[in-house]
């Protein structure tokens, strides 16, 4: 049973979660893949879901972001019932980030992340100095206002992460959905891409995250997810939740669990069969 994670002010007073769903049943056509399955994201942290593949985590995380219709309970954002809200008051409070998204040939770094703006407009609102402002803000906070005038495909992968996230920014909103943000990515970029999430989480917003690499998850999150099959296998800080049992019983990993010696949380070392100087299962390899 997952645990129930209630973020608590320094006074000790509850907060409101910004995002929750309630016995979420989720399919594809007859398959169903996530069966009334509870989740809470807490404000103000970066929330990481991880499992196995085909697990649902990006079902669950388009659920949330109400790209897809749940076929029973519902998803609240700050206590509403998300499939009653209109569209255009969703993008104002939630911003998304799929899977490898794909901008139209030619379109500049400026115009994609002007894009982010369209929850905004209306024929009352048009484009505005405001915009603008917000625009230049966006491409400035993730270092990318060098490249405004570059076109999108013509970027690296690393630097084409950083400006959709920049889209993302331009919405305005404190809430941010990423699903594998680091896919396709090397490490130093995938690192890099990271560091720039923790550093908008730190500027105040809540983040929802969805990563295949189990030790970038436990570095950059305070709060996991773990999925199986469809349900919530575990929830809590990386601290409380990663160890070897858990990681056995959700990927069926054979793994040890220590101190990260640069970090403060545990660092996962997988065991396989082959190069391994002590398999602590079955003492010494030979």
């Not at 019983?249 to 190069?275: N, Q, S, Y």
Request: proline fraction near 6%; charge should be negative; aromatic fraction near 2%.
């Amino acid at each position: 049973m997952a645990a129930q994670f209630t973020a608590r002010t320094a006074a000790g007073v509850e907060d409101v979660p910004r995002l929750a769903a309630r016995g979420i049943t989720v399919g594809y056509g007859d398959r169903t893949v996530i069966d009334q399955l509870d989740v809470t994201v807490p404000p103000g942290v970066i929330t990481t879901i991880i499992g196995p593949n085909g697990c649902g985590k990006s079902t669950l995380l388009r659920t949330l972001s109400r790209l897809l219709k749940p076929a029973g309970g519902s998803v609240v954002l700050d206590g509403e019932d998300i499939g009653r809200l209109r569209t255009r008051d969703v993008a104002k409070k939630l911003g998304l980030l799929p899977q490898a998204p794909v901008a139209p040939e030619g379109l500049t770094v400026a115009d994609l992340v002007a894009r982010g703006r369209h929850p905004h407009q209306s024929w009352l609102r048009q484009w505005s100095s405001d915009d603008a402002d917000v625009v230049r803000r966006a491409l400035a906070m993730t270092g990318v206002a060098e490249l405004a005038d570059r076109p999108v495909d013509s970027l690296s992968g690393g630097q084409r992460q950083r400006v959709w996230i920049s889209m993302t920014l331009a919405q305005g909103t404190d809430l941010l959905l990423l699903d594998e943000p680091t896919t396709y990515l090397d490490l130093a970029h995938a690192i890099d891409v990271l560091d720039l999430v923790d550093d908008l989480h730190e500027s105040g917003r809540t983040v929802v995250m969805v990563l295949h690499d189990l030790n970038l998850a436990t570095r950059y999150s305070d709060n996991l997810v773990v999925m199986r099959a469809g349900a919530v296998l575990a929830q809590g800080h990386p601290r409380d939740v990663i160890t070897a049992e858990l990681l056995h019983e959700a990927f069926g990993l054979r793994a040890e669990v220590i101190e990260d010696p640069v970090g403060d949380r545990p660092l996962i070392v997988p065991i396989g069969r082959t190069h391994v100087r002590h398999d602590p299962c079955n003492g010494p390899a030979r």
